[in-house]
C-alpha cells in the first residue's frame, strides 16, 4: 500500500503533525491498511509506536492501559480501587495480571477496557479469568 507519507516522514513532524497526518489517512483507510503502508507487521506494532511517540489517546480515542515502554514491569496501582495492574513486555508481547477487589460495575467496565485493546489483537491471546463475588 502507497501512503501519502511514510513512517521516516512522519517520524519527522511534531506530535500534533502527526496526529493530524494520521487522521488523514484514517478517513480514508482502515488501521491494518496504515500499519502496512507504514510498514509495521501488526496492529499491536503500530499501536505501541503511537504510544512511543505520546499520540496514542488523540489519533485512536481508545483506552490507554498505559503500558510502559522502557520498563519491562509496571505496578499499577488505582487509588479508589483496591487493584493492582502488572504489565510486562518481552519482544512485542504483552502480559498483563490483574488482581483486587472492584463492583461488578467496575469489574464490568475493567474488562471492556482490555478487550477494546484486544480487539485489534491479530495473533492468538491465552486468557484466564477467576472472577469469585463476595
Known amino acids: 500500500m502507497d501512503l501519502s507519507i511514510t513512517l521516516s516522514e512522519l517520524e519527522q513532524l511534531d506530535n500534533d503533525q502527526k496526529v493530524e497526518a494520521l ?6 483507510y482502515k488501521v491494518s491498511d496504515i500499519r502496512k503502508g507504514l ?14 511517540h505520546k ?34 513486555l518481552s519482544n512485542g508481547d504483552i502480559q498483563l495480571d490483574v488482581q483486587g ?12 477496557k482490555y478487550a477494546a485493546l484486544l480487539s485489534d489483537q491479530p495473533q492468538s491471546v491465552h486468557i484466564r479469568i477467576s472472577i469469585t463475588s463476595r
Open 55 to 88: 499520540i496514542y489517546d488523540q489519533v485512536t480515542k481508545k483506552y490507554d492501559l498505559s503500558i510502559p515502554l522502557d520498563n519491562d514491569r509496571r505496578s499499577i496501582h488505582v487509588p479508589s480501587l483496591p487493584i493492582q495492574e502488572e504489565i510486562h
Open 101 to 112: 477487589f472492584a463492583s461488578g460495575v467496575a469489574t464490568s467496565k475493567m474488562l471492556q
Open 23 to 28: 487522521k488523514s489517512l484514517r478517513a480514508t
Open 39 to 52: 510498514g509495521f507487521p501488526h496492529n499491536n506494532a503500530y499501536y505501541m509506536w503511537l504510544k512511543k
